[in-house]
């Protein structure tokens, strides 16, 4: 794997810019229900957010019985869509649970464009390489 | 349908139990902009004069405003109104986090409650799908845990606005609580919540928000987000938030110390923001999309009891329930804090009742047998425990204190409202007006009473002389107009205050969002004025008039001279304040009564209140011609 | 003799002008002069400044800045 994005949940202050960004790059909406990336919110104790991004573990790309999901040479997972039969194999695999349903019915993930990490001010979401 | 809005509203009857969608409509819309607009222009037509704040036919409304949702510099606000309960006037509160963007992501702009549930009820909301359902399981509970139940039964990914017992109980001051510790705070719009029966407000929106130019506003946003990132005074707002100035209040000697009796607290370096950092801070906390991140999530424990979390405190209740109470640890303030956030009671009518009730006991106006046999020390935590359970469960004096200020002053005699710090009943904000002659004049002004977030004038005051009464009247009148912008379109002021993003960018930002190309300032600044008139006739229309005979605090202000610290020996007089009232009323075109005159109201496009006023004959009489502008931007000229 | 940047936004940018770079100035001064005294010299009235921070952390008028330190002034908050 020679990309990732460095989380550092410490760091995280719940501001969902990432979320927003991450609709508008990916689906040129604001809409951040859809994006490839959540925050979970630990409140009212221990009082910290943790955001959960996808680390291509492949967890997607073992569970599809048609190969729809694979790696490209960096190491980013991708789906083609032509290839998946709409199954739901892969939602319930995600360790990260951010493998998103489309309104086709197709998983929708994290490609790392980045563009979290450059509205991220804390440095809780890093561009890592 | 207008980009930039959800797109629709919704009536609720609750005596009825029915749910009426309608769009929203575009002439309103651009009419009125949202949040503050669209309360005060509802309450004014639609809730009879003489109806009960707390009874069936007041109006809550609730509005997110067009910032809301967007990508675009703290687009985060919610603005719950009503005719207030506290005040007897149109009063409203906005609170950030993360409200507001759900509505609008579920395709609401504007919710307007009517009416009283038979049992506990919250509304749901799920884009289309809205329901009203039994609040049984819940009511009773405090803020957090309501929350907490909520999430618990109905998904993590929803957002919540609830109110606690206090709210329930119908204390005068009660708040609304959401996202375990930001709150609609002032005004007391959790009481007209809690009297519809109305435990909470729950959202889940997954729709597109629709936009004019969505690139042009990431653009732009984006360039914003990088210039403020290297600002200076970023920084420092993201570490320490608004408890930083507690220090630079007290130097400057305008801090609330043991009920405004005097405006230095010596021990404040144990309360300030340095301290918070130091001892309680676990995260710092965002509204929707905000990098300013000023909010700080806190745990904080006092000996014997166990370990709370609070959201701040922040600088207001840092002042009020700080040295004004004459607490002196920051986990003693973190705590009472968190009493107050639980009970759903704002912490500055809060902080500031206790006060009141600390100086009364101290004096012997109050005694032991009234506080079922407790005492009222001051920077006692148990005290404090035991009064705030007797105000939300209204036990004894508590229930004239739930009721406020006038009512409590009447029941401990003794010429105890000299001792009440307010105006119109709103619990005086953390800044003593003294040695700020325009703070004093700005809360005499506000149209909600005592609160600072209408006009906020010490740089101004220290600047043009703390001592100078006369030209800050029309600085106020300007600040009254520009500040409520920020309320009308939900958006956040401190990027405006403190990163130096312009007034003008933000309206660029409204274009993008909604496509009003020709949305200008002056347009803005108009509808303000237009808000603040309609308030003042209301106010007049409900109370009766003259209106200045409302516009004044409580004797300590301008009979005490304030007795040790920086503004040792600050003093201002009755005609001290008349004269100021004289400037401002003349300024706003109103006449020397303080009722609105026909040539201001027919100049804002205000028939009806023309026709409201004059049927009671509560017009005033102008002297001099109308100011053609009312309100003057001020410059500042040391800086 | 030491150096400090010091930097400002607001209302206190025009203090540091017209030797600021946008919002910071590069300010000398003797060792053990306080902020407040360097701050006199340069012609920022100590008044006017709500808080100040030296590299991230908050500090008194009367902290004496060591060379090398960044600087950081805020005026008063803008109220509520």
Known sequence: MSVKIQVTPERCTGCRLCRQICTIEKFGETNPRRSLLRIEALFPAPGRYVPHVCDQCGACADACPNGAISPQEDGVYVVDDELCTQCGACFDECPEEVLMEGADEVPYKCDYCWACTEVCNTGALVRAE | ?639 | MIAVTIKAGGLLTDYLRPDADAYSRRVEARDGETLRQILEAIGVPPGHVAVATANGGKIALDYAPRDGDEITLLPPVQGG
């Not at chain 2, 609720?12 to 651009?30: E, H, N, Q």
């Not at chain 2, 119908?170 to 996202?179: E, K, N, P, T, Y």
């Not at chain 2, 920020?486 to 007034?503: A, K, M, P, Y």
């Open chain 2, 1 to 639: 349908m207008v980009p930039g809005f959800g797109g629709s509203t919704l009536r609720i009857d609750l005596s009825g139990g029915t749910v009426t969608r309608a769009p929203l409509d575009p002439a309103f819309a651009r009419a009125w902009l949202g949040g503050r607009g669209y309360v005060d222009k509802i309450v004014y037509d639609e809730v009879p004069r003489d109806a009960d704040p707390l009874g069936p036919e007041n109006r809550l409304v609730v509005t997110p405003g067009v910032f809301s949702g967007h990508f675009a510099p703290s687009g985060s606000k919610c603005c719950f109104g009503a005719v207030s309960p506290l005040t007897n006037g149109a009063g409203d509160s906005t609170v950030g986090g993360h409200f507001g963007p759900e509505l609008k992501f579920a395709g609401y702009d504007l919710l307007v409650f009517e009416g009283i549930a038979t049992t506990p009820t919250y509304l749901f909301i799920d884009d289309d799908r809205v329901e009203l359902r039994d609040a049984a399981a819940y009511w009773g509970h405090g803020t957090m845990d309501a929350e907490r139940m909520l999430k618990e039964d109905l998904g993590e990914d929803v957002e919540i606005a609830c109110i606690g017992p206090a709210g329930e109980n119908l204390v005068s001051f009660a708040c609304i609580g959401h996202d375990y510790g930001r709150q609609a705070g002032r005004c007391g719009i959790g009481a007209v919540m809690g009297s519809k029966r109305l435990k909470a407000i729950v959202v889940r929106g997954t729709k597109a928000l629709p936009v004019h130019d969505l690139p042009a506003l990431k653009a732009s946003t984006m360039e914003i987000m990088k210039r403020t990132a290297q600002h200076p005074n970023m920084a420092p707002w993201q570490k320490y938030g608004t408890a930083m100035f507690i220090g630079w209040s007290n130097e400057h000697g305008v801090y609330p110390a043991h009920n405004f009796q005097t405006t230095y607290f010596e021990r404040h370096p144990g309360i300030d923001g340095q301290t918070l950092v130091d001892r309680l801070l676990v995260s710092h906390k965002a509204c929707f999309g905000c990098w300013m991140n000023c909010g700080k999530y806190s745990r904080a424990s006092l000996p014997g009891r166990e370990a709370v979390y609070v959201e701040g405190p922040e600088y207001e209740t840092g002042a009020l329930c700080g040295g004004n109470c004459g607490f002196d640890q920051i986990e003693q303030v973190a705590y009472v804090n968190w009493l107050f956030d639980r009970a759903g009671i704002d912490t500055m009518t809060g902080g500031g009742m206790a006060a009141f009730a600390m100086e009364c006991y101290e004096k012997g106006l109050i005694t032991r047998d009234r506080l079922e046999g407790h005492e009222m020390r001051w920077g006692s935590i148990e005290d404090l425990e035991h009064f705030v359970d007797m105000l939300v469960e209204r036990r004894g004096i508590g229930d004239a204190f739930a009721r406020g200020y006038a009512s409590a002053a009447a029941q401990i005699g003794g010429g105890a409202e000299r001792l009440a710090c307010q105006v119109k009943g709103q619990g005086m904000s953390g800044y003593d007006g003294r040695p700020a002659p325009g703070m004093l004049l700005s809360y005499m002004t506000a149209d909600i009473g005592a609160h600072h977030n209408r006009s906020w004038t010490i740089t101004m005051d220290e600047d043009l002389g703390k001592n100078v009464l006369t030209g800050k009247a029309k600085v106020v009148v300007h600040l009254q107009h520009i500040r409520p912008f920020f309320d009308t379109v939900s958006c956040c002021r401190l990027f405006w205050g403190e990163v130096d993003v312009s007034d003008e960018e933000h309206i660029a930002a409204i274009r993008m969002m909604t496509g009003w190309h020709d949305l200008t300032l002056e347009e803005i600044l108009l509808l303000s004025e237009r808000v603040w008139n309609i308030n003042r006739a209301h106010y007049l229309e409900r109370n009766g008039g003259p209106g200045r005979r409302f516009d004044y605090p409580n004797a300590r202000f301008y009979e005490e001279e304030v007795p040790t610290g920086p503004s040792q020996g600050a003093r201002l007089t009755l005609e001290d304040l008349d004269l100021m009232l004289d400037e401002y009323y003349a300024a706003r075109g109103w006449g020397k009564d303080g009722n609105p005159s026909r040539e201001v109201l027919l100049d804002l496009g205000l028939d009806t209140c023309v026709a409201n006023l004059e049927r009671e004959g509560l017009l005033g009489t102008l002297t001099e011609p109308l100011p053609p502008v009312r309100g003057e931007r001020y410059k500042p000229k040391a800086f």
